[in-house]
């Protein structure tokens, strides 16, 4: 889905940011997440306590109240990484939002909508002064904007589904966003639901097949699939051999099914 141009197209700030502009602060954020996010396996999968946060979501609303009302201007000032951290928080809150506008009448965020509309182009959040989608935060924005270019974020964006990479249990910060992309594309990554090799087939998640194009644009000077997955070999459980063979005919790569049934914990 296209953005409004005055969203997609980037702003030219005339003035400097002031020295020591400080970043945004997600500690509300930081805080809902610590208490209602759950893992059992290290953060290599994790469910959200969502009848805990529905009682928390007054909490909820006021972070987002306060992502709402950051003007562009200010956004333009911060550094990228404060500004892909910002929209990382921002995508997986504005996501919590909508699985709580339906909870606990949902099994998975695909029941949400109508017709065909899928509940990631529905138009409810306010940001940069205008009504925008979930779409437009991860596609319109922080695929589409040169300034990233980071494959990492699909496994930081978080889908509210049982397939997608874990919602981590803290907030994302520009000063350590580096560690913690790098943390959570290797704990998704040893998901042995999602990721694994039998025989000679080497099984990764859905995502690979998506946003394949990500993973080829040379971030790193990685220019392929079969590179990026060679630099996270380990996290993959495969042998210095193996990820070398990966680019060869002696492995097959496919693509796991997707659940999307919603990222809940057990009642």
């Avoid at 201007?73 to 996501?95: K, R, S």
């Avoid at 099994?107 to 940001?127: A, V």
């Avoid at 874990?166 to 704990?187: I, S």
Wanted: hydrophobic share 40%; glycine share 6%.
């Amino acid at each position: 889905m296209m953005l409004k141009r005055k969203i997609l197209a980037p702003v030219l700030i005339s003035i400097l940011a002031p020295a020591g502009f400080a970043e945004f602060d997600h500690g509300v954020w930081d805080s809902l997440v610590q208490k209602h996010v759950h893992s059992s396996d290290g953060g290599v999968t994790t469910k959200v306590d969502y009848a805990a946060m529905k009682l928390a979501q007054a909490q909820l609303d006021a972070y987002l109240e306060t992502l709402s009302d950051v003007s562009r201007e200010v956004f333009e000032q911060w550094g990228d990484a404060h500004q892909l951290a910002f929209l990382i928080n921002a995508y997986n809150a504005f996501t919590i939002q909508l699985v709580l506008s339906e909870y606990p009448d949902i099994d998975s965020i695909r029941d949400i909508g109508f017709f065909f509309r899928s509940p990631f182009r529905r138009e409810y959040i306010s940001l940069f002064g205008e009504e925008i989608s979930l779409d437009d935060i991860e596609h319109g924005m922080i695929r589409e904007w040169d300034r990233f270019q980071e494959p990492r974020i699909h496994f930081a964006v978080n889908c509210a589904s049982i397939s997608c990479p874990p919602l981590r249990p803290e907030a994302y910060r520009g000063d350590v966003l580096e560690q913690q992309l790098e943390d959570n594309t290797r704990k998704f990554l040893s998901n042995r639901r999602e990721n694994y090799l039998e025989e000679d087939t080497l099984w990764v998640s859905s995502v690979f097949n998506w946003y394949g194009e990500d993973f080829r644009n040379g971030w790193l000077g990685i220019d392929s699939l079969e590179e990026f997955l060679q630099r996270y070999r380990a996290a993959l459980g495969l042998s210095v051999e193996q990820a070398a063979r990966l680019d060869g005919d002696w492995f097959t790569i496919r693509f796991t099914r997707y659940d999307w049934g919603l990222n809940d914990t057990p009642k």
